[in-house]
């Protein structure tokens, strides 16, 4: 029970792997029997280019897809609409169909690969039509595998890529977990970020803070729905971000996975293990890379993943060494998938349980890092909540205010007219991935009446998704079920 072990964890000068509060790692044997999970972010073009680049990923040895997605697709913007012009296929994939998803993963076994989806304000839609797709390819949707990122408060909070407002789009990310808590169980149906924040310019304590504080939002959100604690937190999943200070980085995931726990069970009374596991994906920070002299960013990504993989994470992503300035080519692609492999094949990372365990610099790190988190979520309580502190403005105005403070030096970025880059960024280079007008126009199908019920059960109050995968299995768009949820909000559709 990790009641027993919350009462008793403080006074041991040290717990174990496995074991609560989870500082040390989740598992007994770290990743000497577990390894992370190399899971590269990929998405260009259409459904079929970014299919040859998963195909090209997964022989290379990625042992997880993580699936990016244009900016219409993640605002409710099909690829023909006015606003989308020049977007499309740019920076992710351009999805709007089922056929499009379908594209995506053909020749790609939905029920043997754990797929992460990078989406959120459409986190709905793009759900529906992969149930779909798996229906259409004979594998039973219970069976599908994966992590929904779904975080919409993170959205509100820092990245802006929302389209309704704060309560109405928390309000369709709870619809989706309640849909899955229901009827996918190998789906982690929210993906809480505080690493968001940070590349806004929140420093690592108030990543920390944010982490958890969204996930609490999240769970007290389903406890109203008539949910418990034990129902909900196993099916949570969290992702940050790595910067270039290796052991303030790795003590950071220590901390999480301690007050994590500890909060729920002192504040949500969990009682199984598996509800105060905080399970981490990483992402290497962008933030710390530079177009200027772009191969010196190998060696960045490569510190930052070393400092993901002693924090004891679950999974990786390594940003290619081009992305300050593109969406990543195939050879930089291929080279952060090596940089992965060759910290789990070829350093001596993996083979050590808590390497830094016992290690006075990373305690007295993560101790400073927790002390100050704390406080700022005492502060979000004080003022009610993180829901409040959005509403109010008074946490934008917190991460605005940090993100003057500066950044430490970077090596190799000079004036433009003192470089002498190598032609790696190429006026081809940089059209890579981006194609504006492809599929303009495409196919919708003749779905009226479902869209019709969709709109009626959002204004009903309703959960969202059965009307929607209904939608999408006749071909609706996203753009028109995203126009559909406008409809039952009484909102004007998405422009």
């Not at 994470?313 to 300050?324: I, K, P, Y």
């Not at 979520?377 to 500066?406: F, H, K, N, Q, V």
């Not at 194609?435 to 204004?459: I, Q």
């Amino acid at each position: 029970m990790a009641t027993g072990c919350a009462q008793n964890w403080k006074a041991a000068t040290m717990t174990k792997p496995g074991e609560f509060p989870y500082e040390a790692g989740l598992h007994p044997k770290g990743y000497t029997s577990r390894p992370w999970t190399i899971r590269q972010l990929a998405g260009l073009g259409d459904g079929m280019d970014t299919n040859k680049r998963f195909h090209y990923l997964l022989d290379r040895g990625e042992t997880g897809l993580s699936l990016a997605f244009d900016l219409p697709t993640q605002l409710g913007l099909d690829p023909d609409d006015p606003t989308a012009v020049g977007e499309v296929g740019r920076a992710g994939v351009s999805v709007a169909t089922v056929d499009d998803l379908a594209a995506v993963f053909d020749g790609i076994p939905l029920d043997q690969v754990s797929v992460s989806f990078t989406i959120n304000a459409t986190a709905p839609m793009i759900l529906a039509l992969w149930i779909v797709v798996a229906e259409e390819s004979g594998v039973d949707p219970a069976l599908l595998r994966g992590t929904l990122q779904n975080e919409m408060l993170k959205e509100h909070a820092a990245r802006k890529a929302f389209v309704f407002d704060l309560d109405d789009s928390f309000r369709f990310s709870l619809d989706v977990i309640e849909y899955c808590v229901r009827h996918l169980p190998k789906v982690n149906p929210v993906s809480i970020s505080g690493g968001h924040a940070r590349e806004a310019g929140a420093n690592r304590a108030m990543e920390v803070a944010l982490g958890i504080a969204d996930a609490e939002t999240y769970l007290q959100g389903m406890l109203e729905r008539g949910f418990t604690v034990d129902q909900v937190a196993p099916r949570l999943s969290f992702i940050f971000g790595t910067h270039m200070e290796v052991l303030a980085e790795a003590a950071k995931f220590r901390v999480l996975r301690r007050m994590y726990a500890t909060r729920m069970v002192d504040l949500f009374g969990a009682t199984e293990e598996k509800s105060t596991r905080m399970r981490i994906q990483v992402n290497t920070f962008g933030s710390a890379l530079a177009a200027s002299e772009p191969l010196n960013n190998i060696a960045r990504t490569t510190v930052q993943a070393m400092a993901a993989v002693l924090g004891g994470v679950q999974s990786l992503h390594v940003c290619g060494f081009d992305e300050a300035a593109q969406t990543p080519g195939q050879l930089s692609a291929r080279v952060a998938l090596r940089v992965q492999q060759i910290l789990l094949k070829e350093t001596d990372l993996a083979q050590h349980i808590d390497p830094l365990g016992g290690s006075d610099v990373i305690a007295r790190i993560a101790d400073e890092i927790e002390a100050e988190a704390s406080g700022w979520l005492d502060d979000i309580a004080a003022r009610g909540g993180l829901l409040s502190c959005l509403r109010s403005g008074w946490l934008e105005s917190r991460i605005d205010d940090m993100a003057y403070t500066g950044s430490g030096p970077t090596v190799g970025v000079v004036d433009a007219e003192e470089s002498e880059e190598e032609d790696w960024l190429t006026e081809r280079q940089l059209r890579s991935g981006v194609v504006p007008g492809r599929r303009t126009p495409f196919e919708r199908g003749n779905c009226d009446d479902r869209l019709r019920a969709l709109t009626e059960d959002v204004a009903a109050g309703r959960n969202v998704m059965e009307s929607m995968i209904a939608a999408a299995r006749a071909r609706a768009s996203i753009g028109q079920m995203q126009q559909a949820l406008a409809a039952g909000l009484g909102t004007a559709p998405p422009t």
